[in-house]
């Protein structure tokens, strides 16, 4: 059925407990919901003196700072005691609660950075008490971003053109790729091109803290002087965070804001030159 864990609870004598995602995927998307069942095991008597829930936590651990903030709780109870306050008994059975937990489309992505880390968890709680090893990680990743044809960009310094061409602008971080680049010189004084820099820069804000990772970096020489176009295959490192960019519209106080964006970045190396780099700075979209 889906991803399964159990554990007998150590306040509960013989009651196990089996929390069930419904897919074996546990990433989600914004505006999707998480779905599953929580199912008992009772073997002989089973009190809810307050509440049987479970809990969507959102934390954000800042490690330059060594702390961690909880966000986000959302809780889901499963059901409670009678309304007069008496406990509810469940007596030798199988019980089975399902659940479906919505999720908004303000929250921030699951990532994992030098600085910081943003991290989701479900949680079971019986009248307030965690049941142990029963805690899941979801992973949480932004809306399907829009997909576009092939994107020219160019930069021009001292008569001299640079432009890098895509076939689209976005690709899959899950998977071993490779990003052709089509590049272009439009030499007009016949310039030497000594070299050429590519870079893949990561740029990471949290509550408009500003970092810059560089996550890919090589370089072409030997280049001849009538070399004018260039094919190049980029490798892409798998498992990268996926490009996110807030709606800061209805953004609650106490969610972090936080903005992942990357670029390629190509640096021409030019001889008998006062500027010696021509930079063109391409914009790309992973998932």
């Not at 609650?252 to 780099?277: G, S, W």
Request: glycine share 2%; charged share 20%.
């Amino acid at each position: 059925m889906g991803v399964n864990s159990s554990k007998k609870s150590r306040s509960i004598i013989d009651t196990e407990y089996s929390l069930i995602l419904s897919s074996w995927n546990t990433i989600y998307r914004a505006q999707s919901k998480i779905e599953g069942e929580l199912q008992l095991n009772i073997r002989k008597k089973f009190a809810i003196e307050k509440k049987l829930r479970i809990d969507l936590i959102g934390e954000l651990i800042d490690k330059h700072k060594r702390r961690s903030q909880i966000f986000l709780t959302y809780s889901y109870p499963f059901v409670t005691s009678h309304q007069n306050g008496i406990a509810r008994i469940i007596r030798n059975q199988n019980s089975k609660f399902p659940f479906r937990i919505p999720l908004g489309n303000n929250l921030p992505p699951s990532c994992h950075f030098k600085e910081f880390s943003i991290t989701y968890s479900l949680e079971i709680y019986h009248d307030g008490k965690l049941i142990p090893n029963l805690r899941k990680t979801i992973q949480l990743a932004p809306a399907l971003p829009p997909i576009t044809g092939p994107l020219p960009f160019k930069t021009i310094s001292n008569e001299t053109t640079m432009t890098c061409t895509l076939q689209k602008s976005l690709y899959s971080n899950r998977e071993h790729t490779l990003i052709p680049l089509r590049i272009v010189f439009d030499n007009l004084h016949d310039k030497q091109l000594q070299c050429i820099i590519i870079q893949l820069i990561q740029f990471v804000c949290l509550n408009e803290q500003k970092y810059d990772n560089e996550i890919y970096l090589n370089l072409l020489n030997n280049i001849q002087n009538e070399q004018l176009e260039i094919l190049y295959e980029l490798d892409l490192p798998v498992n990268l965070p996926a490009t996110y960019q807030p709606n800061r519209n209805g953004q609650p106080d106490n969610v972090p804001l936080i903005f992942i964006a990357y670029e390629i970045r190509l640096t021409a190396q030019m001889k008998n030159t006062i500027n010696a780099n021509l930079t063109l700075s391409v914009p790309i979209v992973f998932d």
